[in-house]
């Protein structure tokens, strides 16, 4: 009568649990007792009573888990006691397997990997200063995702790691590439010879895009939240993080993107772009350079990528509203054909919120009554756009670029509006973003074209895309679903946002596809 | 979102859940008096408020900063302090007990799958305890719980005719891997998988002759005053005998020594007491020994006291509900507790004992 036992040493463990997995053991083939006790002497005795005691048994102390199995065959007992072991032990394994992989203090993970020079942090914002500042004195860069984190506190950490000469990227930094390692958010680029600081996530992702489609890469994507070039904040890291680059053998230009500094930033930043011997470009979004420096000065994200290029390359290059006007052209003919627009409202919905602020630029110089991330209010013939990235989109659900219902119902919601009559959307790829975010639009799209049409209207949709043929989704595929499902996708977010101008104002047509930017 | 979790909601959400879980009437509102130790920082981890912990967990809060994860459940964790006291941090809906520190967790807390593992250090800093890195409980507004005490005056008729409704929620509910097997009157349906019914009937023989020692023990002393007798060392067979994290034995004495102090036998409780704890230290593994530590001085899971409220009462709607409340405790230690406490219960009633109207002197 075959018998085999394993002791678990230490090995505490649920009642119920022992008493069902025992109970499972003794169902198996063969099997005609099966114990699962803890090793205590008066145990020891019983199973000894009962036939079930082995050598291995005898081993164990009070503490330990005794597994014992009597069945017809050796190979039925030893199938059984491994099918015992795995349930009870698969758990704690896990645990501990991912433990190793987890370690649960920075100092553990430094200890487990002493050779690391970066930090990345995602905890809720009031506890991100403690982890940053633990990381900074142990001389490590960090890259903070949280968000929510209080402005003095992003003070004291940026002043602690400019003090150690060391990045601190963040708060709320969604997107950094280093040394061809993108980290957050972000869509996959070749390495290459220009460097970015961004105060903008998908700011960056966005041009890191562009320059991948224009053949170019990324040296480093340095990321350093949105407040860095506040009064308070002082700009810090996009100082530190331009000396960075500008000391970077492997960059050969620096593009630098944000929202427009405050007044006493914009004097040493424009400084330290006076020092970088190297091209460089500069798109704060919605500012205007402060004099005759050696950047050039860009008011849009892919003009930054093109201009750059440009200069990489030895090549001039000057601004236009469209790469290809006379694809425009022919593109807002096939519209008007159709005819005319029963409704002449922009509403663009957005997962990026600096492509919303970028579109919001374009749009307030080219129409009346554009309303920004206000979702009442300026009823009648007016454009809303609204970044749903935003937090009161957010709060307790992820990301839109992660979960898209939030856009899906607006979109819904636009079909049944007598006051929208182009919807237009950004679509964002990459590492961290829906698996295949333009399935559900194009779904949502064409359901409220239904909608509308069914109310005797039409509702056109224009959208741009930041990926690259290298990202998860595949560029090619998203693009091709957003096109059989009747979007207009034009090669950047500035272009989509003046083709849906022109569709809503055709009168712009001559200025638009005529005039440089 | 950014950030992996509001911890404060969480929180919020578990507090509500906790104080309906509860259900503990007899609580102190004093609060748990650590805060002249010292006040911490919490880190970066949540906190949770302790709602409710017992006067031995209290004690060895107070007297002990370090300690170590001993075990890792789905709704607690078992610390244990270097000088071997042991605590369990848990979920309110475990119930209230002199181990149990019942923190506003979440219900979902599974401490295995947050990484908490065995070993992992426990630290004490002020009215805050620091499961490893990734719990902290704050200690500060803990109400320390008691148990509930039963009558002082019963009649041995009510006493009795309840007994017979124990026994028989025990033979129609009680599973059969424990103890209940070893009671003529209390055996249960045929032996299930779960256990093995050669087993059973083994486990049944071993503990009888323990099981009729006690229970002889028990009816000699209640009707010898003062008690000249020791238990027997049959008694001590039961200690860690058979399935469950806290053998079946050590369960059924449990319930014997809690039933004791209750009742005000507390000669007969010394004894047991003397006699089980000196073998058990050597003879079953530190979280039982620590239970039965706690039963020794009359203290066990809130759901047992309460039966035995029940138990004394004229009428006894809530056994039961009791009973019930018992049943939730483990596999089958909270029936095999139930035996330890009927055994007392019979033989009080055997000897026609009433309670407070009838002392045992001193040994």
């Known amino acids: ?517 | 979102m950014r950030s992996w979790g509001p911890g404060r909601n969480v929180c919020r959400v578990a507090r509500r859940e906790g104080v309906t879980a509860l259900g503990v009437a007899c609580v102190e509102p004093a609060s748990i008096g650590l805060a002249d130790v010292g006040s911490e920082p919490t880190g970066d981890k949540p906190s949770f408020p302790v709602l409710l912990l017992g006067c031995p967990a209290r004690r060895a809060l107070v007297s002990e900063s370090s300690w170590k994860i001993l075990a890792v459940f789905r709704r607690s964790v078992y610390c244990m302090s270097r000088r071997g006291a042991v605590v369990c941090v848990g979920h309110p809906s475990l119930g209230a007990g002199p181990l149990n520190v019942l923190a506003a967790l979440p219900r979902d807390l599974d401490g295995r799958n947050r990484g908490l593992l065995p070993g992992a250090p426990v630290r004490r800093n002020g009215t805050m305890l620091h499961v490893d890195v990734r719990l902290a409980v704050s200690l500060a507004k803990g109400r320390l719980w008691r148990p509930t005490p039963p009558p002082s005056h019963w009649d041995p008729a009510v006493l009795a005719g309840n007994l017979d409704a124990l026994a028989s929620e025990i033979r129609r509910h009680a599973p059969p891997a424990g103890l209940t097997q070893a009671f003529p009157n209390l055996r249960t349906r045929t032996p299930s998988a779960g256990f093995g019914s050669e087993l059973t009937g083994r486990l049944a023989h071993a503990a009888g002759p323990g099981i009729e020692a006690l229970r002889t023990w028990l009816e000699s002393v209640t009707s010898a005053e003062p008690i000249h007798e020791a238990p027997p060392a049959a008694v001590a067979s039961l200690i860690g005998l058979g399935p469950g994290l806290t053998p079946s034995g050590d369960d059924v004495l449990g319930g014997a020594l809690i039933a004791l102090r209750a009742l005000g036998w507390r000669d007969a409780a010394d004894a047991l007491a003397r006699r089980t704890l000196a073998r058990a230290r050597s003879r079953t593994h530190a979280i039982s020994y620590a239970h039965l530590v706690c039963a020794a001085a009359g203290e066990g899971a809130a759901a047992l006291h309460d039966t035995l409220v029940a138990l004394c009462s004229p009428a006894a709607p809530r056994l039961g509900d009791c009973v019930e409340a018992v049943a939730a405790i483990g596999h089958s230690s909270g029936w095999d507790a139930l035996v330890g406490l009927a055994l007392v219960a019979s033989a009080a009633i055997a000897t026609g004992w009433a309670g407070a109207s009838c002392r045992v002197t001193p040994q």
């Open chain 1, 1 to 517: 009568m075959p018998t085999k036992s394993e002791v678990l040493p230490s090995f505490y463990q649920d009642s119920v649990v022992l008493m069902q997995i025992a109970g499972q053991i003794r169902t198996r083939p063969g099997v005609r007792q099966a114990a699962v006790f803890m090793g205590t002497p008066a145990n020891h005795a019983l199973l000894g009573d009962a036939g079930l005691a082995t050598q291995e048994s005898l081993k164990a102390r009070p503490e330990d888990l005794i597994l014992t199995v009597d069945a017809e065959t050796d190979a039925e007992a030893a199938s059984a006691l491994a099918a015992a072991r795995e349930l009870l032990v698969a758990r704690r394994q896990a645990v501990e397997r991912s433990g190793a992989l987890r370690p649960r203090t920075l100092d553990s993970a430094l200890r487990m990997l002493p050779g690391a020079n970066l930090v990345a942090i995602s905890v809720p914002g009031p506890y991100a200063k403690a982890e940053a500042m633990r990381a900074l004195k142990r001389g490590r860069h960090v890259f903070l995702f949280s968000d929510n984190v209080p402005v003095q506190d992003e003070v004291d950490l940026k002043q602690e790691a400019w003090k150690r000469r060391l990045l601190c990227m963040g708060p709320d930094c969604g997107t950094a590439y280093l040394n061809g390692t993108g980290i957050g958010f972000y869509n996959v680029v070749p390495k290459g010879r220009i460097g970015c600081v961004a105060a903008s996530g998908t700011g960056l992702q966005a041009v890191a895009s562009r320059l991948a489609a224009l053949g170019e890469g990324l040296s480093h994507g340095i990321g350093v939240g949105g407040r860095d070039l506040s009064a308070e904040v002082g700009g810090t890291m996009t100082l530190l993080a331009l000396e960075a680059l500008a000391l970077d053998p492997a960059t050969d230009a620096v593009v630098l993107i944000s929202k427009p500094p405050h007044h006493d930033v914009m004097l040493r930043l424009d400084a330290a772009l006076q020092r970088i011997p190297k091209p460089t470009v500069v798109c704060c979004l919605g500012a205007t350079s402060p004099g005759q420096g050696r950047a050039r000065w860009v008011g849009e994200l892919d003009a930054a990528a093109d201009a750059v290029v440009a200069a990489v390359r030895g090549q001039d290059w000057s601004p236009r509203p469209f790469s290809d006007p006379d694809d425009v052209r022919r593109r807002i003919g096939r519209l008007r054909e159709l005819g005319p627009m029963a409704a002449s409202g922009i509403l663009g919905l957005f997962t990026g919120g600096t492509l919303a602020h970028e579109a919001h630029l374009i749009l307030k110089d080219l129409l009346k009554g554009v309303i920004f991330n206000r979702r009442s209010g300026g009823e009648g013939i007016c454009h809303r756009l609204l970044d749903l990235g935003a937090d009161e989109y957010t709060v307790g659900r992820p990301h839109p670029m992660i979960d898209p219902q939030v856009r899906i119902d607006l979109i819904r919601e636009a079909g049944r509006s007598p006051h929208v009559g182009v919807l237009l959307l950004d679509l964002v790829l990459g590492r961290g973003a829906h698996p295949n975010p333009a399935a559900p639009l194009v779904a949502a799209i064409q359901q409220a074209r239904q909608t509308a049409e069914a109310g005797g209207r039409r509702l056109a949709a224009v959208a741009s895309v930041v990926g690259t043929t290298l990202d998860p989704q595949g560029l090619s595929a998203q693009r091709t679903q957003l096109r059989d499902g009747g979007v207009e996708i034009l090669p950047t977010n500035g272009e989509a946002a003046r083709f849906a101008a022109l569709i809503v104002k055709p009168d712009l047509g001559l200025s638009l596809l005529e005039a440089r930017r």
